[in-house]
């Protein structure tokens, strides 16, 4: 049975593209991280809306602008294994790329252009500043501090569905989203397959409802989803060879898992079509 290729790929960012939440690294520094921290974890969980927590945390720790670009350190350093290899991989073979996150639109930006995605095609919370605060007359000071952040989808939980239909407005092809937490789970109903990714945290609603999930630390068997596993199976000649039989094994030991069984049942096809089992497969 053949696996559908899906043109369109969406990535979150926090805890999906980086093991870091850019929001807790800024309350971090402030001295404020446990109770940002606690508000992050209630409107990943689904527990509290995340229009009700996001101006909370903002407020609470009253970032300069600097402090807000310094994220994008931490989130290179922290990237996920083989998040970058997945996504140029993805790219070469003609798969689109985005990126649409809650978090901080300047560190995120910085991140996704690392990453190789376009700068268009990354949708993150822009932030306003008092340009006046601290000594902004000296050379290489940037202390302007956080006034506002701009209200609008990605600063509600059920946001991100709209993004994700402006981008796909007039074009054609199959889209797949992957993420995290709440707000992506409910964004899957703007694409064909949601896949959770419980590789830095596994938020056991996201496990439980999303279509397909990813138990790896690694990103790549997102790979054998989005290009399906016979298109994966041709680079094994490439320069991307090891990622490949890395992508394979995984899914051997139940890196991927499915809540729907004819989806489940339409990969377990694919995949023994083009590579069959060394072992009984565990999901």
Known sequence: MRWPHYEHIFFDCDSTLTT??????????????????VLTQAAMDGHLDLEEVYRKRLQAVKPTR???????????????????????????????????????????????????????????????????????????????????????ALTVSDG???????????KTGRSLLVGDGHSDLLAGTAVDLFVGFGGVITREHVLAQAPAFIHSPSLAP???????????????????????????????TGAITFQ???????????????????HPWPY
């Open 20 to 37: 870091v939440e850019g929001i807790d690294v800024l309350a971090e520094t402030a001295g404020k991280g446990w109770r940002v921290e």
């Open 66 to 152: 600097q402090q807000v670009q310094e994220i994008r350190r931490f989130y290179k350093r922290n990237v996920v294994t083989d998040a970058a290899i997945t996504i140029k991989i993805l790219q070469e073979q003609g798969h689109a790329v985005y990126i649409i996150s809650g978090g901080l639109a300047e560190p995120v930006t910085e991140f996704g252009l690392f990453l190789g995605v376009p700068r268009e095609h990354i949708r993150a919370v822009d932030l306003e500043y008092n340009e006046l605060a601290g000594n902004w007359w000296q050379p290489g000071q940037d202390n302007a501090r956080y006034i506002d952040y701009h209200e609008g």
């Open 160 to 170: 991100k569905a709209q993004i994700v239909r402006e981008f796909l407005h007039n």
């Open 222 to 252: 997102l790979l054998a989803l989005a290009m399906g596993p016979a298109s994966l199976r041709l680079l094994q000649d490439s320069p991307y060879h090891k990622t490949v039989a890395n992508v394979f094994t995984q899914i051997q």
């Open 260 to 278: 729907d069984e004819r989806l489940k049942t339409k990969f377990q096809q694919a995949i023994h079509a083009t590579h069959p089992p060394l």
